[in-house]
């Protein structure tokens, strides 16, 4: 398939884009090529496509359920719960109608943890956007759920089909749903097999406070008593570290992955370093965490609610500008992902959008950037392509009725 | 004009509203009469319409044009040498974009401050949305400035055309730029007149300082002083008060309006005592400030952000709650502007709007209010009906290619 991007403002200046074979083949200002199909983009940007660095889309079902409590009634009270309720069905139909939310909103890949992953891997599949998932791992310390886990985890990564698009990490929940052992298990797996581990880490203070009483050393330093810094390791949070375990992150180059939203939502507390991040070149991502606990998953939003966020908390309006937030949400950092490219170039993967300049929230434009950061959000997005398919022009995207109707469907049932 | 709405979700129940002359006049299941105008809102769920308490609007002109600077360098170096370029018509544009914005976010009033008011008000009236507007005051100490300023005013008052949809305010711009007696002839004046004051209100740190240095007494002692507090008082801001200040504000019964996203954007420092301020039951409006400090005037981003700020600073997800914060930015604490209303019942003003029930980030449905507050977002909006008149339905609204066309060619002349 071979597509033809026609008169685009790139960088400021009108280009047309051929894509081939899901890589950007050629960028120039006039191109005449005969392709399976052209898009007239007269009067639209084009930009790179958003990067979800964290999510949970089976719980978009789950959106408004529960909101404004304390975490641990929240959790235990309501969410959980709710999730013991959610069938595979649900699963898939939350995850379709996630991915429908990223696509409408202009992100065209999500690194996901939940239940049941093979549902949400066929939904992604199905919704045509990028994505990375795995068997979701806990124990909660009991042995016997250590050994089921381990034989579910072993047939998973034997068995999934696993493409570039879609590709294939080990979801190790945290530190206080996993033992000691079974850390040091995924840890050896993930090594033996080249796979990414995907953990929640320090989101909370209490999660340290219980790790040095239980283990004795906070939580990146059991990390890497268990072999698992010594992985491919995306760690979502990271809001409570000491320099040490920043140097740590360093030292064996871990993704980390900023939650705003869903942080502020839910209070942990603290703030994620990001300056201290910045200053050791740690690799960063953007996410949105869940429905649960953000309710929306348009990137863009969550990208202006960063830069909000570390101004306020350092009380300093040059922390985390406009370009620099841009480009780690759209992946500039995120090369733990081959599949992705973060830039509009001849040989990128072709993970891109088009944003129409008649929306009132990017005029006028001084500033395009500034712009996008700061006034637009998701439905400035006109067209979306990923992996140089066309998931979304003028708005319309296909199943968009099927997806909502289902979910509503499987919601009354369920709760 | 009268409007009937047929089959709209009001409250979980399918309702029509009937509308007449600028007010709600029947609500039921079945209105059978015979109207000007009707509009199938089958599918869709009626809400009162946002109010916007404090913004700039002929600012939106300057959307992007500089950002991620400290407070001083950004007014000294950018904002205020590009406004001293704004001509009247560049307000005017650029209030008609404001009023576009708003109207495609769903909301239907404004209270304005900025120079030249006419234009604004002229503006606000063309787009059909209401507002408050009058005269920017400000003296920077100079008498000969504050003679200018006191027989400009005058005439304003006396030769302004108000109606009760776009009334008079006298935009008192604050104590820094206001000398003592110019704050005390504004305070007769609106006494006299009765005309609502608009003032900025202990934004910075640094503002309470210099007001204890020069005056001997804080910012909200020195307005009682002044006698502005013995007046129909809107403060915008409000961040850095002491308790002895929120009695005097709550005594004098003044409304206070907040800016979250400017005030983060900017990097103010401090957090509006929401709390506090709740306690003493004083009246609160959410303001978007204006697109300099925002970048743009979608109400729904401003409650949602309003409520992870104070979750996050509070480090408690109970405080403002989806509702709370859904009924401010609606004006339930509006009662100092009576053209508003902020229920959908019978003998209310008739500003409403319509919400596809088939937009992602309104389904499920578990909860309308927290969809609305934490999922939602401007373009959630189908259709704006302020005093009565359809301004928008589909989301098309006249005009829309002209004032767009207008803004950029005012920007790129002027800038």
New interface residues.
């Given amino acids: 398939m071979s597509l033809l991007i026609k008169n685009a403002v790139l960088n400021d200046i009108k280009s047309d884009v051929l894509i081939s074979k899901g890589f950007i083949t050629n960028i120039e200002q006039n191109i005449d090529n005969s392709t399976d199909r052209t898009i007239n983009a007269e009067g639209k940007i084009i930009i790179p496509s958003l990067k979800n660095g964290h999510s949970h889309s089976g719980m978009t079902?789950?959106?408004?359920?529960a909101?404004?409590?304390?975490?641990m009634p929240?959790l235990q009270e309501k969410i959980w719960p709710a999730e013991a309720k959610l069938t595979p069905e649900a699963i898939y139909w939350g995850t379709r109608?996630a991915s429908?939310?990223m696509i409408?909103s202009g992100t065209t890949f999500c690194n996901d943890m939940y239940f049941n992953f093979e549902m949400s891997q066929k939904a992604y599949i199905d919704s045509g956007i990028k994505s990375a998932s795995g068997p979701a791992l806990f124990d909660f310390f009991d042995p016997i759920k250590a050994e089921e886990m381990k034989s579910n985890c072993n047939y998973a990564v034997e068995n999934i089909n696993v493409s570039q698009n879609n590709s294939l990490t080990l979801a190790a929940h945290s530190i206080y749903t996993l033992s000691k052992e079974s850390l040091q298990w995924i840890a050896h797996l993930a090594k033996s097999k080249n796979i990414p581990v995907h953990i929640h880490l320090s989101e909370t203070g209490n999660e340290v406070n219980e790790c040095i009483s239980k283990y004795g050393v906070r939580p990146v330093e059991l990390l890497k008593k268990t072999g698992l810094l010594d992985t491919h390791l995306i760690a979502a949070h990271t809001i409570w570290l000491d320099d040490h375990e920043i140097d740590l992150l360093a030292e064996y180059n871990v993704t980390v992955v900023h939650n705003p939203?869903s942080?502020?939502?839910?209070?942990t507390?603290g703030v994620f370093p990001y300056q201290k991040l910045k200053e050791k070149n740690i690799k960063m991502m953007l996410g949105t965490d869940s429905?649960a606990s953000?309710?929306?998953l348009?990137m863009f939003?969550d990208m202006?609610?960063a830069?909000?966020?570390h101004?306020?908390h350092?009380?300093?309006?040059?922390i985390m500008?406009?370009e620099e937030i841009f480009d780690i949400a759209t992946g500039t950092e995120a090369s733990i992902f081959p599949q992705l490219s973060s830039k509009i170039e001849v040989g990128a993967h072709a993970d891109c959008i088009l944003l129409d300049q008649?929306t009132?929230?990017l005029?006028?434009?001084?500033?395009i950037t500034?712009?996008l950061v700061?006034?637009?959000?998701?439905?400035c997005v006109d067209t979306v392509i990923c992996n140089g398919e066309v998931l979304m022009e003028n708005r319309k995207i296909k199943d968009?009725?099927e997806?909502?109707n289902q979910?509503?469907s499987i919601?009354?049932k369920l709760?």
Avoid: T
């Fill in positions: 079902i789950l959106r408004g359920y909101d404004d409590m304390k975490l929240w109608l429908l939310e409408k939203v942080n502020m939502k839910i209070s507390g429905c953000n309710n929306n348009d939003e202006k609610i830069a909000l966020l101004k306020f350092n009380n300093d309006p040059e500008k406009a008649n009132p929230a005029v006028p434009s001084h500033n500034s712009n700061y006034s637009a959000n998701g439905s968009e009725e997806i909502l979910v509503r919601s009354n709760f």
